[in-house]
C-alpha cells in the first residue's frame, strides 16, 4: 500500500493547498483490494502522514492505523454501490458547499450542464437530504444515491465523488467545483446548456 499512501498524501496536500478543502475539513479513501484506506478523523488534508492513514475493511471494521474519519460510512458505502470504483474524495469546497446551502436544487441533479467537462466528467448530481457528518444514516443515504452516480452533493455540506482512481476522483472534484462557481456567478441570468442529444 506503499504507493496508494504516498498518493493520498500528495493529493490531500495539493486539494489544501489549492484551498479545495479547508481546516481539518474533507476526507480521501482509496480501495486495495479488499482493504480501504482513508485519512484519519480530525486531520487537515495538508497535513497527512502516510503511516496515520487507517485501514478498514469493506464493512467499516478498523482494522489499522489511526482512527478513521468519522464520514467513514459515506466512503464504506460508495464501495459498495459503485464496486468499480477505486477511489473517494470528500470536499467542503466553498462554491460546491454553497450550492448545496440553495433552495429549490433539483434533487435528482443539482448542476444543470453548464460546460462539456462538467457533462464527462461529473455526469448527474443527485441532492441527498442533510444529516449532520458522521451520521452512519448519512453514508446510507449517499449509498443509495450512488447506486445510479458517481457523484452527489450533500445538503448544507459538500460534495462526494467516486473515480476509477484517486486521480479521477479528484479531477471530478475539482470540475463539480468549477461548475459550482461558474452557476453562482451566472446568478439568475439565462443560459445555455450544454446539448447531451446522442
Known amino acids: 500500500m506503499t504507493a496508494e499512501r504516498t498518493e493520498i498524501v500528495r493529493q490531500g496536500a495539493s486539494l489544501f493547498d489549492r484551498r479545495l478543502t479547508a481546516g481539518r475539513t474533507g476526507n480521501i479513501s482509496v480501495r486495495v483490494g479488499p482493504r480501504i484506506l482513508i485519512t484519519p478523523t480530525g486531520t487537515s488534508l495538508g497535513n497527512l502522514v502516510s503511516d496515520e492513514l487507517a485501514i478498514l475493511d469493506l464493512n467499516g471494521q478498523h482494522l489499522a492505523g489511526s482512527r478513521p474519519s468519522k464520514e467513514w460510512p459515506i ?3 460508495t464501495y459498495r454501490a459503485r464496486p468499480d470504483s477505486g477511489a473517494v474524495v470528500h470536499l467542503h469546497s466553498s462554491h ?5 446551502c440553495l433552495a429549490g436544487l433539483n434533487v435528482a441533479d443539482c448542476f444543470p450542464p ?3 467537462y462538467h457533462v464527462m466528467r461529473v455526469g448527474r448530481v ?4 442533510y444529516l449532520p457528518p458522521g451520521d ?22 459538500g460534495s462526494v465523488l467516486a473515480g476509477r482512481t484517486l486521480a479521477d476522483a479528484v479531477d471530478a472534484a475539482e ?3 468549477e461548475t459550482a462557481r461558474i452557476l453562482l456567478l451566472l446568478g439568475d441570468r ?4 450544454v446539448d447531451q442529444s446522442p
Request: glycine share 4%.
Open 75 to 77: 466512503h464504506v458505502e
Open 96 to 100: 460546491a458547499a454553497a450550492v448545496s
Open 114 to 116: 453548464l460546460t462539456a
Open 126 to 129: 443527485p441532492l441527498v437530504r
Open 136 to 157: 452512519p444514516a448519512l453514508g446510507d443515504e449517499v449509498g443509495r444515491a450512488m447506486s445510479s452516480a458517481h457523484s452527489v452533493l450533500l445538503a448544507n455540506h
Open 175 to 177: 470540475e463539480l467545483e
Open 190 to 193: 439565462p443560459v445555455s446548456l
